[in-house]
């Protein structure tokens, strides 16, 4: 997921899709730690993504704060 399509999202939609993330994130730590996971780059890519929406939310608060 790239920056700008992040910086389109609501407020809502980055909490959802940040949630999602972090459940996407915990069933494949689990398959890693079975030694059945088969995309290990996946979890870089998905710990990448929440930082971008952590940073973007935290945008946001400060903007309407």
Same mark, same amino acid.
């Given at each position: 997921? %790239?920056?700008? $399509? ?7 939609? *980055? /909490?959802? %899709? ?5 459940? $996407?994130?915990? /069933?494949?730590?689990?398959?890693? #730690?079975? =030694?059945? *996971? $088969?995309?290990? =780059?996946?979890?870089?890519? *998905? ?9 973007? *939310?935290? #945008?946001?608060? /400060? %903007?309407? #704060?």
């Amino acid at each position: 997921m %790239k920056m700008s $399509e992040i910086q389109d999202l609501t407020l809502v939609e *980055l /909490n959802a %899709k940040g949630r999602d993330l972090r459940q $996407e994130m915990f /069933n494949l730590r689990l398959q890693q #730690a079975s =030694s059945q *996971l $088969e995309k290990p =780059s996946r979890l870089r890519t *998905l710990r990448k993504d929440i930082a971008r929406i952590e940073t973007r *939310l935290s #945008a946001l608060r /400060n %903007k309407s #704060a």
